[in-house]
């Protein structure tokens, strides 16, 4: 990885940091988001979020709530966005960042039925920003990391 690449990771993974401080989120919550934002982050994705602009979105915008879901079986990743739009309320937010990881069986119908799901409870005025990763130790699973940002 480059200089600036690590540069741009660790400040953030520090502004994540800084901002799941403040945000509402679960007990327990901060700790599994910062866990797989880093997994996430380790290697590159199918769909890549941009680390400034990430970082940009994180330092202009509020970061109020954030949510993960983790399902496995049919329909996993849209089962994924719901377990984690359950705990927060998206409707509200500006912006929302989107990562999704899955196994190599992750289909992209999957993922586009979960952007679905999350473009109907957002507002029509929302943008979102995907991000999709392939990880092999995902098997027959999908989680979703959803930020919301005022």
Same mark, same amino acid.
């Given at each position: 990885?480059?200089? @600036?690449?690590?540069?741009? @990771?660790?400040?953030?993974?520090? %502004?994540?940091?800084?901002?799941?401080?403040?945000?509402?989120? @679960?007990?327990?919550?901060? #700790?599994?988001?910062?866990?797989?934002?880093?997994?996430?982050? #380790?290697?590159?994705?199918? +769909? &890549?979020? &941009?680390?400034?602009?990430?970082?940009?979105?994180?330092?202009?915008? $509020?970061?109020?709530?954030?949510?993960?879901? $983790?399902?496995?079986?049919?329909?996993?990743?849209?089962?994924?966005?719901?377990?984690?739009?359950? &705990?927060? $309320?998206?409707?509200?937010?500006?912006?929302?960042?989107?990562?999704?990881? /899955? /196994?190599?069986?992750? !289909?992209?119908?999957?993922?586009?039925?979960?952007?679905?799901?999350? @473009?109907?409870?957002?507002?029509?005025?929302?943008? +979102?920003?995907?991000?999709?990763?392939? &990880?092999?130790?995902?098997? /027959?699973?999908? !989680? %979703? +990391?959803?930020?919301?940002?005022?």
């Amino acid at each position: 990885m480059r200089e @600036k690449e690590t540069h741009d @990771k660790t400040e953030v993974e520090n %502004l994540l940091d800084l901002a799941l401080t403040m945000a509402e989120l @679960k007990p327990g919550e901060k #700790s599994k988001i910062m866990r797989s934002f880093r997994r996430f982050f #380790s290697e590159p994705a199918f +769909i &890549d979020v &941009d680390f400034v602009e990430t970082a940009q979105l994180l330092r202009n915008g $509020r970061l109020v709530r954030a949510a993960l879901g $983790r399902t496995r079986g049919i329909d996993k990743a849209r089962q994924a966005a719901k377990l984690a739009a359950s &705990d927060i $309320r998206i409707e509200e937010a500006k912006k929302l960042l989107l990562f999704v990881t /899955g /196994g190599g069986d992750l !289909e992209i119908e999957d993922t586009s039925r979960a952007l679905d799901y999350i @473009k109907a409870a957002a507002d029509h005025n929302c943008e +979102i920003i995907v991000s999709v990763k392939v &990880d092999e130790g995902f098997n /027959g699973e999908a !989680e %979703l +990391i959803i930020l919301c940002i005022k």
